[in-house]
Nanobody
Framework: QVQLVESGGGLVQPGGSLRLSCAAS????????MGWYRQASGKQRELVAS???????NYVDSVKGRFTISRDNAKNTVYLQMNSLKPEDTAVYYC??????????WGQGTQVTVSS
């Protein structure tokens, strides 16, 4: 199984930036699509960005133009660059396969708080 560990979250003011990282304990090369999910307090987890093994990306409308997902298959790491952050981006962010598969284990996530 592949354990996923997210990092890079924190408290940032509106308009600020953060870069999230997701390190996998094993190879992610065989996972065709990796994604970043988020879960705000009291809401369901949602997929916000995804990337194929070949580098094609997709974003939910609310983050288009502000977030950029990337993956380094050699380092078994997925990144999420978040710019122009808004209070509504506040959530716990997770990475996983899209859709999640049995061999990848959800991590603890990383908290992103956007507040002045």
């Amino acid at each position: 199984q592949v354990q996923l560990v997210e990092s890079g979250g924190g408290l940032v003011q509106p308009g600020g930036s953060l870069r999230l990282s997701c390190a996998a304990s094993g190879s992610i090369f065989s996972i065709r699509i990796m994604g970043w999910y988020r879960q705000a307090s009291g809401k369901q987890r949602e997929l916000v960005a995804s990337i194929t093994r070949g580098g094609s990306t997709n974003y939910v409308d609310s983050v288009k133009g502000r977030f950029t997902i990337s993956r380094d298959n050699a380092k078994n790491t997925v990144y999420l660059q978040m710019n122009s952050l808004k209070p509504e981006d506040t959530a716990v962010y997770y990475c996983n396969a899209v859709p999640p598969v049995s061999r990848t284990i959800w991590g603890q996530g990383t908290q992103v708080t956007v507040s002045s």
